[in-house]
């Protein structure tokens, strides 16, 4: 029988607006810049489709005693792992036939466990936590079919199942607050401040004037966490207006601190010399130098396809190239 409150088809299309509005803002910290038009429409309309089902599916269910507020849960999970994962499949480049039957498995999961947990009495934080285990779990097992069915090789299953947009829009969200925190403090004189965040957004200014060979320069010679940081804060709109002239001017003299522009790795041209140096190298050379290191690092050494810009940052790069080319030469 119908739960008394609860009408699933408006909620579920008020959800689908909701991740419409988020989509079609022009920053936001909830979804990237690189959607496009075709890709939000598709996922909005998943969104209210599968809603709508994990909806009516709690209304019609005579067995289930769910108050409104319990269904809209239910519901709500659906419609935001619908969200977050949808993306993470585009930004996975897991292929358009897969996407939807990787969904409704996501979907039926949720709904299952978080019905379950529900009838269980378990605390709602509790549950937000087991849901978010639930998902990962399934989303990589599925990923993982994809690896045996020859739709995906390893790689590309280990890239796509880091690609996490709730993950990224906690950190951009941190990013943002942490950046009004250290605004606060220099106001304050505070001894506590921390500066590099003022360094990543006012590094993140300068670059989004530049060309963009030179803007992506400048983040490959960074640390992958701190490039993160200040990808973030070049995404996030009015920057310029959230921080006073005179600290992004006093931020950027400090910068030589945070990166020495003048000594910038040429990681293409590193690679380039590297994979030479390796084709001209004997197998079982190669083999004795990999057989004690860490598996990334003997596909740096062994495959030629290995994409070393996923794993490592410029400067172990460049410290991995100059200790192989050590060892090479020593045997």
């Known amino acids: 029988m119908p739960i008394e409150g609860f009408d699933y088809k408006a909620f579920a299309l ?25 890709d939000k429409k598709n996922i909005v309309e998943t969104v209210r489709k599968f809603c709508f089902m994990a909806g009516e599916a709690l209304s019609n269910d005579p067995q289930l005693k769910f108050n409104a507020d319990q269904a809209s849960l239910v519901t709500q999970f659906i419609g935001e792992w619908t969200f977050h994962k949808s993306i993470d499949l585009i930004n996975g480049k897991v292929p358009q036939d897969f996407r939807d039957g990787i ?42 079919k994809l690896v045996k069915k020859g739709v995906f090789s390893q790689k590309q299953f280990e890239t796509a199942s880091s690609v996490s947009n709730l993950n990224d829009m906690v950190q951009k969200t941190e990013d943002e607050s942490k950046l009004i925190q250290a605004q606060e403090e220099v106001s304050q004189n505070s001894p506590m401040l921390d500066t590099k965040i003022l360094k990543f ?53 400090e910068m030589k601190k945070l990166l020495p522009l003048s000594n910038i790795v040429n990681v293409p041209k590193l690679l380039n010399s590297h994979h030479k140096l390796l084709s001209i190298t004997a197998p079982q050379k190669l083999e004795k130098i990999a057989c004690r290191e860490r598996e990334s690092v003997k596909d740096f050494i062994l495959d030629e396809t290995f994409r070393a810009t996923d794993f490592f940052s410029p400067r172990v ?15």
């Open 14 to 38: 008020d959800l689908s607006k909701q991740a419409l509005d988020v989509l079609m803002q022009p920053s936001t910290n909830a979804a990237p810049d690189t959607l496009s038009q075709q």
């Open 103 to 144: 969904l409704q498995v996501v979907a039926a999961n949720i709904f299952n466990t978080a019905k379950l947990a529900i009838i269980k009495n378990m605390p709602q934080d509790s549950l937000i936590n087991l849901i978010e285990e639930k998902v990962r779990n399934v989303y990589n097992d599925e990923l993982q």
């Open 201 to 253: 957004a006012a590094l993140a200014i300068v670059l989004k004037k530049l060309s963009e060979e030179k803007r992506q320069s400048i983040l490959d010679s960074l640390e992958k966490e701190d490039k993160g940081h200040v990808i973030n804060y070049m995404k996030m709109a009015n920057l310029e207006e959230k921080i006073d002239h005179k600290i992004i001017i006093k931020s950027l003299q």
């Open 317 to 331: 790069i460049q410290s991995l190239v100059k200790s192989i080319e050590d060892k090479i030469n020593d045997n």
